[in-house]
């Protein structure tokens, strides 16, 4: 077990020369990598910002860990009991909670801000134990021990009744408490502002410097208090969102309709045989047995409702029709000649041409 010094360093039981970091030296370069990732303008789920996340987590678990074996706060003592520079060691499960958000992880999302929500929680637990500043803890959704309707199971969200008159004034009491909130934060801010310039110089007394992290815990109580607001909405979301992926999964697969086979449709016979001598051929049908087609299977707009033609029987008309296509290619080469001879004169002749009859 590792044991602290009165300056707050770890020394390791096996070697007391090799000492950890200060528990000071955690909180303050924890502090200081929450405080660069959140104004970066770089991408968030770049991989350099997400192993300062990491790296600043691991320092504040460190520091948390460190705190808690030191048992520097009891909820027996009250706030003018704890000392000024323990005070600031009150941010560590804000700033935990911080970082973790930061975290981009989609595959992961549930658990982080699950995990940021007990951090915010446990931070706002002990300031209403110290009464840092008045505020009204939120309600817990993970105890919710109401199982999912039958809505909810298929996927489907129930569908919520008009809001009665208690429900208003809920609505209106939260808007103004989030207002009061938001006045509070920038007045904070703005009193932050001067005593830092204090801190920083060096120069600040024992009361300066209590004034300052007393500061700063009130203003992370207002920041806590909508990151909790923000996240218990974001699990609704998130659990929706899981429910509508397993019913999703649960639905049978629709069966794959077989592909349409192309076939060109034509004018007369002529041109069936013509279009139907390329290479590769493709199947053709003149306007006459595709109507003769359709209306022996009664599917024609006059013929009523139209019935379903059997895949099979398709087929097998399609092969009757190749095959009787084939056999008046191989008789009647000579109007297939007579056919091509007859497009290739009209590629070279303009429509009219020779007619020489009624030009006076």
Sequence with gaps: MADYGNSGNVRHPSNSDAELPKLSDLLDRGWKIFEEVDSTNEALGSNCIQVRVKRGIGMLEEASRMATQLDLFSRNEELEEVATVDLKYM????????????????????????????????????????????????????????????????????????????????????????????????????????????????????????????????????????????????????????????????????????????????????????????????????????YEQHRKHGALPDQGISRRIDVDDTDAKEKEEEEKEKKAEQEDEESLLKARNWDDWKDTHRRGYGNRQNMG
Excluded at 110 to 131: G, I
Excluded at 271 to 279: I, L, S
């Design 91 to 290: 941010l560590l499960p804000a700033l935990l909670g911080a970082l973790t958000m930061k975290q981009t992880r989609r595959d992961k999302r549930l658990d982080t801000v699950q995990t940021a929500r007990s951090y915010f929680m446990d931070f706002l637990r002990r300031c209403k134990e110290y009464n840092i500043s008045e505020f009204e803890l939120p309600t817990s959704t993970d105890e919710d021990a109401s199982g999912p309707d039958d809505a909810s199971e298929n996927g489907l969200s129930a569908v919520k009744s008009v809001p009665c008159p208690s429900d208003l004034v809920a609505m209106a009491a939260r808007r103004q408490a989030k207002i009061e909130r938001y006045r509070q934060k920038k007045e904070l801010e703005a009193r932050l502002s001067d005593v830092r310039i204090a801190v920083d110089s060096g120069q600040a007394d024992d009361e300066v410097s209590r004034d300052f992290y007393l500061l700063n815990v009130r203003r992370w109580v207002t920041v806590c208090l909508e990151e909790v607001e923000s996240i218990n909405q974001e699990v609704e979301i998130l659990k929706k969102m899981d429910v509508l992926k397993q019913s999703a999964t649960k639905q049978p697969a629709q069966p794959v309709r077989p592909p349409m086979k192309p076939f060109i449709l034509t004018k007369d016979a002529v041109q069936a045989r013509v279009f139907g001598a390329g290479y590769p051929s493709l199947p053709t049908m003149t306007v006459d047995d595709w």
